[in-house]
């Protein structure tokens, strides 16, 4: 390639990024704004003539228990994403490195879970949270999900990349095994375990299905809660665009506190040693 081609390459690559870029950040820029339109419609305010109407955000508090919802789905993502990483990592360790009867089924087990459609499991889940008696509670969006068959194949494959010498050193140094596994093998795999939480993280978050058929008003979630905002004859767009504007901000906190695992993550195994 010449240096001229080069030359226009390098400066036509970063446009076509950027207007990629301004094409994914415009919708959170539309319902920022929406979000203080004055206007039921909330398709577009003048800031020369009309003042943005922050009072949106604090109506949400007023016309329903939106800090509940708020409440709810934060301890349910919380519960769920630390039950993930505690609970998936020995599954998958246990299927990179131990050698037992029903190995091969238990991984394929959790691979043939993944190609499950969830509205399959719609019936037989709302029967078996009826017999427990948790419907309408936490519990019925948190147990369930605790370990995720994704998570134990991310962590298979993180595993299964952590020479074994390391694992043999420790050994020959007096390391016990839960030692070798949660002080020693764990730390290696954290830029895993990050994906892993955040990924676990924005689904629990941003789940529907399960937590409108699992729960009522007590134990709904945000994702729930924003679907009351359509009504019959139109959509309340100030108030729903002012709540998916706070229900965004956990999701972009998150990510931006596991950035640098995330990146650690992806990279890893891209510059050969």
């Known amino acids: ?51 943005p109407v922050w009072s949106n955000y604090a109506d949400l508090f007023k016309v329903m228990p939106f800090g509940r919802y708020l409440l709810n789905s934060a301890v349910v993502a919380a519960m769920v994403t630390l039950g993930n990483v505690l ?10 490195r131990r050698r037992f009867r029903g190995r091969g089924f238990l991984y394929g087990a959790a691979a043939i879970v993944l190609m499950v459609p969830p509205y399959v499991l719609i019936v037989p889940m709302f029967t078996l949270i009826h017999r427990l008696g948790w419907y309408d509670t936490l519990w019925a969006i948190t147990i369930p999900a605790l370990v995720h068959p994704l998570g134990v194949l991310l962590v298979k494959g993180a595993v299964s990349a952590v020479p074994i010498e390391v694992e043999e050193a420790a050994r020959l140094d007096g390391a016990g095994p839960w030692r070798i596994v949660y002080r020693i093998v764990m730390p290696i795999c954290r830029p895993t375990l990050a994906v892993l939480a955040v990924q676990v993280f924005w689904l629990t978050w941003n789940a529907f299905l399960f937590p409108f058929i699992l729960t009522g008003d007590h134990a709904r979630t945000l994702p729930v809660a924003l679907a009351m905002f359509r009504g019959y004859q139109g959509v309340d767009r100030p108030h729903l665009f002012a709540a998916a504007t706070l229900a965004t901000v956990p999701v972009i906190l998150v990510f931006l506190f596991f950035q640098r695992q995330i990146i650690s993550g992806l990279t890893a195994g891209a510059v050969k040693r």
């Open 87 to 96: 609970l998936c990592f020995p599954v998958g360790y246990a299927l990179a």
């Open 1 to 51: 390639m010449s240096t001229d081609r080069q030359s226009r390459v390098a400066w036509l690559l970063p446009g076509v990024l950027s207007l990629f870029l301004l094409g994914m950040l415009f919708p959170l820029f539309w319902m920022v704004v929406g979000s203080v339109s004055p206007r039921w419609d909330a398709g577009w305010f003048n800031p020369f003539t009309q003042a």
